[in-house]
Every structure is written in C-alpha cells, then in structure tokens.
C-alpha cells in the first residue's frame, strides 16, 4: 500500500494542475506591464504570482523540487529551482517595495518561504500580513464578531510561529558556539530553517573570512530573499566571477 501511495504520490507530481499555457500568457503579460509601468505594484504582484505558481502548480515541481525534498524527490533541474525562486521573490519584494499594504503578496512570499524552510523569513511576512489585516480593518460583509475572531486567529499564528522561530534560535546559537561565520550559516539555513538568519551571519562577515562557498550561499540567499538590488551593487562581483566561475 505505502509503494502504490508513492507511485501514485508521484505521477500526481509530474502533471500540471492546469493548463500551463495559460501562465505563459500570464507571464508575458505581467512583463510587459511592469515594462510599461514600472511603478504599478500590481502588476509586479500578478508577475511574482505567476512565477510561483509555476514552480507549485506545473510539472516544474518534480524537476526542481526544495532542498528540503531532495532526499524524497531528487532534482532533476536543481539550477531552474533556484532561478524561478529568484524570479518569484524579486517580483513580489518589488511590489511590496511599492505597496507595503500588498497583502497577497505577502502569502506569496510566506508560501515560497514555507518550501525553501526559511521560517524566520516565514514570520517576518506572518507579522506583516497582521498589520494589513489589523490596518484594512472588517472586511465586506464581515461582522464585527466574524472580524474579531479572524485577527484573533491571525494572532495566534503569529505568536506560534514566533515562538517555533525562537526556539529554534536558542537551539542554533547553542550549537553553533564556536563555528566559522561559513559553518554558522550553512548551519542555520541547511539544519535549522532560518535563512534570514544564516543571511545576516554572512554579511556581517568579510568575504575573506568565508570564502567562495560562502559567497555563492549569500548571494543564494540575497537572490531567494528578493535583495536584487544589493545582488546588482555588490562589492565584490568581479572576485564571485573568478572565484566561482561564470556558470554560478
């Protein structure tokens, strides 16, 4: 029964959950929005939807599952994970950069975030779509008792998630007393779901301290993050071209 499960479990993966056509469409239209109006929050929202639901959605899924799946779902395309993740995420910061009260596009980010177990960056997004809620106030056809109750429900999540993110801090700064900034990080982000974290840890350290695997980890995590703008300024490009080769 458990082998038909899998097999079954896996065919499912493999077929789109609707026509894919349709986010191509979808895709070339949001580009040429953003293209027309880069100031329109919108359409960077509707961009960041759609690369998401390609890489949840489609069959894109089995090519280029989460690390964390690896060991149950090998990737086949690992390097097309990370650049549809890099894709999502840079278009949903960018909207939120426009319109912080973008709540949609908070979820989507929550969602990614929740695949990749960066579950600091989880709660950042957690509290964010709080504040929209607490701000937006009822909504349209809601009591005021329906609406109490969806913000406390909303609370609760927060306060859930953060204490899970805590704990999980004070059980990585146990561990990771006396590592390297490269092997505190890696720790962090691969051991402990806390990419924000194992980000931080990184820049806060000089290249020279952690050297190209830790490069190609921060510019990983500056990329999955959405910090396309710090990818394009960063200081040290031409040293990651040599260090690293082109293909990274």
């Known amino acids: 029964e458990q082998f038909a499960y899998r097999i079954r479990q896996d065919y499912l993966a493999r077929q789109d959950q609707g ?42 899924q089995m090519w280029n599952p ?11 395309l690992p390097l097309l994970y990370r650049v549809r993740t890099a894709e999502a995420a840079a278009a949903y910061a960018h909207a939120l950069t426009l319109n912080p009260d973008l709540e949609p596009a908070h979820m989507g980010l929550i969602s990614l975030y929740q695949d990749l177990d960066y579950q600091d960056e989880v709660l950042d997004h957690l509290k964010e779509v709080l504040r929209c809620n607490e701000a937006a106030g009822r909504r349209p056809g809601e009591t005021a008792e329906q609406s109490r109750a969806r913000l406390l429900d909303l609370r609760d999540l927060v306060d859930k998630k953060a204490k ?12 990771s007393a006396g590592y390297s900034p490269y092997a505190k990080a ?20 000089d290249v020279s301290v952690f050297g ?37």
């Open 164 to 175: 899970d993110v805590s704990d999980r801090l004070d059980r990585f700064e146990v561990k």
């Open 212 to 248: 190209k695997e830790g490069m190609a980890l921060e510019l990983e995590l500056l990329l999955h993050t959405g910090r396309t703008k710090e990818v394009r300024e960063w200081p040290q490009a031409e040293r990651a071209k040599d260090l690293m080769g082109a293909q990274r």
């Open 186 to 205: 890696q720790m962090a982000w691969l051991e402990f779901g806390l990419g924000g974290k194992a980000l931080s840890i990184l820049l806060a350290s």
């Open 66 to 76: 989460p690390q964390r799946l690896w060991e149950k779902r090998p990737p086949l």
């Open 19 to 60: 026509p894919p056509a349709l986010l191509y469409l979808a895709l070339r239209a949001a580009r040429r929005a953003v293209h027309d109006n880069p100031d329109d929050a919108q359409a960077y929202f509707v961009l960041g939807e759609t690369y998401r639901r390609l890489i949840q959605g489609t069959r894109e």
